[in-house]
């Protein structure tokens, strides 16, 4: 492999790599500007840039103000606007989509370029338009510039276009939460007169929510095995070549990529929990322990050892959404094991008058007091990756689900000496032969 081959793959890895970064920045921050800021910085830095801004289409559609940027002198970003004018690039990129590039803006004969532009000691420039949400204007535009002249690739601007992409699912992603919540406001305002027209209203504008955040995960997700799959190619084929710190950089993204698939897939299971509908029915919860511990065992092997009390009572639940619970809690126990231990868990059932508490008892590494009520959070994690990887849902999911099903959830743990969460569910009396049914459905 030549230099400048070498230099390709290096280029290609670290684009991923930003890609892969703001990809789970976008999907986590409800912060518009933090988002936009950081996508400039990520930008300038895969494609070692001086300057890169982002310039908002205003309501008039020909006025664009420099939203973020980064690099610029003081008095542009936030305050400096361009006219989209017929013979500036902007208007060039907002009519026909297409990306710009100029090795030299001061030989340029095609375009006339703001004033801030060549005071900031601009010369080379690319750029890419931000595409709006659907019938809706573009959102704006992306463009990076080096202070030297320069010869931007297609290779820069696909790049780009790809970045720019994933700024618009973000920019239409806060807007609807937005817009959800001052929906929210306006019917809270009204909620003596339209009780009934609140309700409905909101339930459909969680339920768009929900679908929206599925759809962009699953959108996500494309580009993520992409860049993985590339990024093993290089480590198979040309990890010879690439050397120790290049071979390094890929493995980074393989884990990283990783690392937001088990991501997506967890805020998937969160959000399909979000639109749940209880359908709760007689439930073997025996059997159902019994089943999702030899999945447990299977993933984790010898590291844990797990017993299931046979003596468990009937109770009333919806079958897959108790799984993926106790699922949960099975894993979390053997995940936060002491230090080369194994762990040692035990599910057993406490029947509590016309209700039964599921325990799932650990002797691992335990939860300090003060930590037990925000763990069962959204992302809320008290350990690092490199000790106890892991996305900071699966308690979450553990108590959306239960609350689903109408029960309650809590946990008993002091730091040091194991854990004892538990779930309480309705008994469902005697009716083993429907049990028996429900149980052949899920086999």
Known sequence: MGDAEQRGQKDLL?????????????????????????????????????????????????????RAGVGWKPGVVGEATIRAEEDTSEAYALKT????????????????????????????????????AKDEPPFGILQVDSRAPRDFTDADTTFLSGYANLIAAAVARLRTVEAGRAEEARLRLALEQQVEERTAALARSNAQLDAFAHTISHDLRAPLRAMEGFARILLDDFGA???????????????????MDRLITDLLAYSRLQRYQSTS???????????????????????????????????????VVLGQ??????????????????????????????????????????????????????????????AYPGTGIGLAVVKKGVECMGGAYGVESALGHGSRFWIELPAAGDSPEQAEREGEALA
């Open 14 to 66: 670290r684009q991923q790599a930003t890609l892969a970064r703001f990809g789970e920045l976008a999907l986590k921050s409800d912060d518009l500007d933090e988002i936009l800021t950081e996508a400039c910085r990520l930008a300038g830095e895969a494609l070692g840039t001086d300057l890169a801004k982002v310039v908002e289409l205003q309501p008039d559609g020909q006025t664009l103000l420099v």
């Open 97 to 132: 989509g297409k990306p710009m590039i100029s090795r030299n803006i001061e030989t340029e004969t095609r375009f006339r370029y703001p004033t801030f532009l060549i005071e900031n000691g601009a010369k080379a420039v690319a750029n890419v338009l931000i595409i709006g």
């Open 241 to 259: 070549s690439l050397g120790a710190k290049g071979g390094g950089y890929a493995g980074r993204i393989v884990t990283a990529a990783e690392r």
């Open 281 to 319: 029915r007689v439930v073997d919860s025996s059997r159902t322990a019994r089943r999702v511990s030899d999945e447990v065992r299977t993933e984790f092997g010898d590291a844990v050892e797990i017993e299931v009390i046979s003596s468990m009572p009937l109770i009333l639940a919806e079958p």
């Open 325 to 386: 619970v106790l699922s949960n809690l099975l894993s979390n126990a053997a995940k936060f094991r002491r230090e080369g231990a194994r762990a040692h868990v035990t599910v057993r059932a406490e029947p509590r008058g016309d209700r039964v508490r599921l325990w799932v008892e650990d002797d691992g590494i335990g939860v300090a007091p003060e930590h037990q009520a925000r763990i069962f959070d959204v992302f809320e994690r008290l350990h690092g990756q490199e």
